[in-house]
């Protein structure tokens, strides 16, 4: 348990005022959430109440220090709401016992009770709020694509100041080794010459990703064995003999590695998909509607979370619509894939539909005034993007192949649609180049 006294005293140090209640707000298996009651009549500038989250499970601190970074980046060099971080520690051994974040606290609901099945009226939104939400969608979708860098990796922060009698110097905010958390996973972080970047190129990139697994399994063949018994276990229809996964595995490593110049950008068919192969933005990695919370009268968002895993990547890798805008076929009715825009699930996730209703609507729209949302959205895009270089991204099949290669890896080590997909690309490849 985290020394809720011990959390008491910092946030005092740091406020200078007292902390008049530590109230528990939800405890999960990763993280514990608190609420600070702070006592404002010192200072009324002062927030009357913070937000703590408490890391039960142990992330790497270059994780927890670069999702500050990257939020302090975001709430000072755009529009995005953004919780403030006031303070954070990620050193395991501090007086509290866990690392933790203290930051603001975000008004507004989850997107994702609009989106449930159950039909809630509180949670229902009208046509005038999805349209005010596509809009402010669109605009932190424009904002993370127009933030430009020159590498690959994860955001942190460096000091610049020498004053020791300052309470504050000025921040330096730079690109360094990749803090997401699927390159260290299992105990691929304790290969010897693991590949974290930075990275100059989307190829170094994506041979990164691709070359760190070769490395995993020849120096870690029984770590993996075991990862793989617990994924493809007894009773699951994936099961198959390790060995021979493994063995398919590492064959398919090899000939994805050779299609990673498709990401360099010199294969492209034209220089506007060079341009784009050799660009670099934000990726929020876990953009989903759990992250997005929304004014539920209006439609507005009030605030981004999930920062965690945020990194910077080729900029195709930004450019998506978001599945709620889409609607499913009779064959995606009950239920859909959802790949999460992020290399951290391991297996893509089944996730239902919401049900059409009696009227011909889901949630709170009809399929017409969806498709006008959804117009709506790249609209908006197109006018913060007039080289039309997202609307090239979404709909060029260059790219559409590119987005392929980091999903592969999710399940590498299986046939099915892994094999298909590999060969999909080779044929590509060979027919376009």
Known sequence: MPDLRALREAAQEFFETDVLTVKPLKHGDQVSTYALVLDTTPDPDLPSEVIVRIFTKLRMQQSVDSEVATMSFVSVHTNIPVARVF????????????????????????????????????????????????????????????????????????????????????????????????FYRGSRRALQHLDVGPWESSSDWLAGLISNEVRYLRSHPKELEKE??????????????????LDEGEERLRRLISLCDLGSGE???????????????????????????????????????????????????????????????????????DLGETLNDSKVRDVPWTPVDENGRRNGVSEEELAELRSAFCDKLSLEDPDGLFARCLEDGFFDQIKIIPHLLYNIWERGQVETSIEALEKWEAETF
């Not at 939104?125 to 939400?133: P, R």
């Not at 969608?137 to 590498?151: E, G, K």
């Not at 919370?293 to 895993?309: C, P």
């Open 228 to 245: 793989l018994e617990e994924e493809l276990g007894e009773g699951d229809p994936l099961d198959l003999d390790v060995d021979f996964a």
């Open 87 to 182: 303070f954070h520690d990620s050193n395991l051994d501090n007086p509290v016992g866990f690392q933790y974040i203290v930051q603001e606290k975000l008004q507004g609901e989850p997107l994702r009770k609009a989106l449930d099945e159950d039909d809630d009226p509180e949670y229902e939104l009208g046509f005038d709020s999805w349209h005010n939400l596509v809009s402010d969608y669109a605009d932190v979708v424009s904002q993370l694509w127009r933030a430009r860098f020159d590498r690959i990796g994860s955001l942190y922060e460096a000091s610049l100041g020498n004053d020791q009698d300052s309470e504050y110097s000025d921040i330096e905010t730079y690109v360094g080794a990749t803090a997401e958390a699927w």
């Open 267 to 337: 294969l492209g068919p034209d220089e506007a998909l060079m341009r784009l192969s050799r660009t670099f933005g934000l990726f929020h990695a876990h953009l989903l509607p759990n992250n997005i919370l929304v004014d539920m009268r209006t439609g507005h968002i009030k605030g981004i979370t999930g920062w965690e895993d945020a990194s910077i990547t080729p900029i195709w890798r930004i450019a998506s619509v978001p599945y709620w805008l889409e609607w499913p076929g009779p064959e995606s009715e009950w239920s859909r894939i």
